[in-house]
T-cell receptor, first 117, second 116 residues
Framework: AQKVTQAQTEISVVEKEDVTLDCVYE???????LFWYKQPPSGELVFLIR??????QNEISGRYSWNFQKSTSSFNFTITASQVVDSAVYFC??????????????FGSGTRLSIRP | GAVVSQHPSRVICKSGTSVKIECRSL??????MFWYRQFPKQSLMLMAT?????????EQGVEKDKFLINHASLTLSTLTVTSAHPEDSSFYIC????????????FGQGTRLTVV
């Protein structure tokens, strides 16, 4: 069965600090997809990134970067030079059995990130 | 990108009444939609997979007679919370993907249900 673990329940840092959100996953499939979503206080889910299991190349998008390590089943997310607007709950998620439209996405418990001015 | 619209965004209902939540894919067809439930400060828990033209597939522990799902068309799925009770108060959110590979899932804005 698939499982996503986000061990950090809450993180609080001062603005401009770098912060890394951890994500560890479990799956028996060789083909799967990993995601990160941001959920601001308004509640909607904002898609950040999708990564398939065959692509271990790290990705950088502005202040955001992701480190995918199959050897440790981890898909960590780093925010560089954090800003107050980054404050939100961040969810890591997993989709098994390839990625058809019928593949369900299972979410981790989320990490609540607070950036202090 | 693709848009999933959910309505209403907030609803307050009396205990014992039923509430219907709509999830529409505005610019794409979705054979499959997903319904999630989120309690305060908790994760999104998958409730069921909504299949167009057939019965929904419910996750273990979710009462199918309590949470009625209808997926009558390729752009609309509805979740009806029947005989709602205060413990059903939660944030409900739907999701859908474009029917081709390698696309991300799009989420509705969510519905905050409060049963009084």
């Amino acid at each position: 069965a698939q499982k996503v673990t986000q061990a950090q329940t809450e993180i609080s840092v001062v603005e401009k600090e770098d912060v890394t959100l951890d994500c560890v996953y479990e799956t028996r499939d060789t083909t799967y997809y990993l995601f990160w979503y941001k959920q601001p206080p308004s509640g909607e889910l904002v898609f950040l990134i999708r990564r398939n299991s065959f692509d271990e190349q790290n990705e950088i998008s502005g202040r955001y970067s992701w480190n995918f390590q199959k050897s440790t089943s981890s898909f960590n997310f780093t925010i560089t030079a954090s800003q107050v607007v980054d404050s939100a709950v961040y969810f890591c998620a997993l989709s098994e059995k390839g990625y058809s439209s019928a593949s369900k996405i299972i979410f981790g418990s989320g990490t609540r990130l607070s950036i202090r001015p | 990108g693709a848009v999933v619209s959910q309505h209403p965004s907030r609803v307050i209902c009396k205990s014992g009444t039923s509430v219907k939540i709509e999830c529409r894919s505005l610019d794409f067809q979705a054979t499959t939609m997903f319904w999630y439930r989120q309690f305060p400060k908790q994760s999104l828990m998958l409730m069921a997979t909504s299949n167009e033209g057939s019965k929904a597939t419910y996750e273990q522990g979710v009462e199918k007679d309590k949470f009625l799902i209808n997926h009558a068309s390729l752009t609309l799925s509805t979740l009806t919370v029947t005989s709602a009770h205060p413990e059903d108060s939660s944030f409900y959110i739907c999701s859908a993907r474009v029917d081709r590979k390698n696309t991300e899932a799009f989420f509705g804005q969510g519905t905050r249900l409060t049963v009084v």
